[in-house]
């Protein structure tokens, strides 16, 4: 539908669909007033526009804003990129607590944001946390009708800008809502310029693999979609079979009666539903706690549910294991693989491997590695899927 409108033209559709029914079945003449303009004037006077000073100072401060920002986020991938993107999807659907959700609201209120500003933040820390890097960039859909008279139009005017987060000295979440409040304001007056004349003004690397200039989108609805009441019809939506997805993760979030409804909508060639499940509940904690004290610094906030930190502190409680200091970890291998060589040493999606079977197939590589020229001291990199081979190389 991009072709023709966007998701606000499609409320505006619903609704004057209806108008016109009501009024055509009661033999009324139409009741939706002459538009004052049509796409094609918008379209005219955004080309005649944009050019000029006016263009010159919206490719210089992009340049300046993504001036040496990462090309490609780094949020572990459950699987390898496929050569090409294929666009396959699948969602997981959370909604927030209304309890959590109403100390949202508040904070927004109390810091003079909106719900975007807050929302975005707090991602962008989730993204921080998961990737260990402190700039954190992600894409975000703008219904462009900067203008009262394009509010009632049917057109495509929607645009994606470009939100960069600075995490770096871990400030806390008041701070970080204050910076990037002033952040998105900026990127919002600076609007105009459309992504695909961005992305061919920047000629960042490209990559069938992946998208320019980010990969990872959040986006607020908050335009009203409109609902038909005809009369004499009842209507009900049609899902649609296809599970598609436009960028590697997308959260869309919502506000409803019950709370924040979130969506997550994830690329199903590189992540997978538990990984996703685990980052909605992780982001609900996490939202949680930077709401709750705002004055904590964003990467001391917990994440993860009390009984999950007490699961991960015990793994470094157990039973004391005094080994030889003389000996190397290779050697203590070898050593367990004389010892119970049909002991299961190894254990990935089904495929088991015993240590004797593994300590062979190690061997097998050493000795190619040895053939090959290499010594001890000599670099050797490793590129092997997830597998039971990646830990015999």
């Known amino acids: 539908h991009h072709i023709a409108s966007d998701g606000w033209s499609m409320g505006i559709l619903t609704r004057e669909f209806g108008q016109l029914y009501d009024a055509f079945a009661q033999g009324q003449a139409n009741p939706l007033a002459p538009l004052a303009v049509q796409y094609g004037d918008y379209a005219h006077w955004q080309r005649g526009w944009l050019q000029g000073e006016v263009l010159a100072e919206q490719v210089a401060y992009w340049q300046q804003t993504l001036a040496g920002m990462p090309q490609v986020h780094s949020v572990p991938l459950d699987k390898p990129r496929p050569p090409q993107q294929r666009f396959r999807g699948q969602v997981h659907n959370q909604v927030l607590s209304e309890s959590v959700s109403g100390q949202i609201t508040a904070l927004c209120r109390a810091q003079d944001v909106t719900l975007f500003m807050l929302l975005q933040s707090a991602f962008a820390v989730l993204l921080g946390r998961y990737s260990g890097e402190d700039d954190i960039v992600m894409g975000t859909p703008i219904a462009g009708r900067t203008h009262s008279e394009l509010e009632g139009l049917i057109g495509f005017f929607v645009n994606s800008l470009v939100i960069r987060t600075d995490l770096a000295d871990d400030p806390d979440f008041n701070t970080l809502l204050a910076t990037q409040k002033a952040q998105i304001l900026s990127a919002y007056a600076h609007q105009h310029m459309p992504f695909e004349m961005l992305v061919e003004t920047l000629n960042p690397e490209r990559s069938l693999q992946y998208s320019p200039l980010f990969q990872i989108l959040l ?175």
């Not at 009666?257 to 909605?280: C, K, P, V």
């Not at 050697?331 to 491997?353: K, N, R, S, T, Y």
């Not at 000599?378 to 830990?391: A, M, Q």
């Open 219 to 393: 986006a607020v609805q908050n335009n009203a979609q409109g609902e038909v009441a005809l009369d004499g019809l009842s209507l009900s939506g049609m899902a649609t079979a296809a599970k598609t997805v436009k960028h590697e993760l997308e959260l869309h979030a919502v506000e409803t009666a019950q709370g924040i409804a979130l969506s997550w909508n994830y690329n199903s060639d590189i992540f997978t539903a538990e990984r996703i499940g685990e980052m909605a509940t992780h982001f609900g904690h996490l939202l949680a706690g930077l709401v709750a004290c705002p004055d904590t610094p964003v990467h001391q906030v917990p994440m993860l549910p009390a009984p999950a930190q007490q699961q991960l502190l015990a793994l470094g409680q157990g039973p004391e294991v005094e080994y030889p200091k003389d000996s190397c970890i290779h050697q203590l291998f070898e050593a367990q693989a004389a010892a119970q060589p049909a002991a299961v040493a190894l254990v990935f999606d089904g495929e088991q491997m015993s240590y004797g079977e593994l300590n062979c197939r190690a061997n097998k590589v050493a000795h190619y590695l040895i053939a090959s020229g290499v010594w001890p001291g000599t670099l050797v990199g490793v590129c092997v899927d997830g597998s039971c081979e990646r830990v015999r190389g």
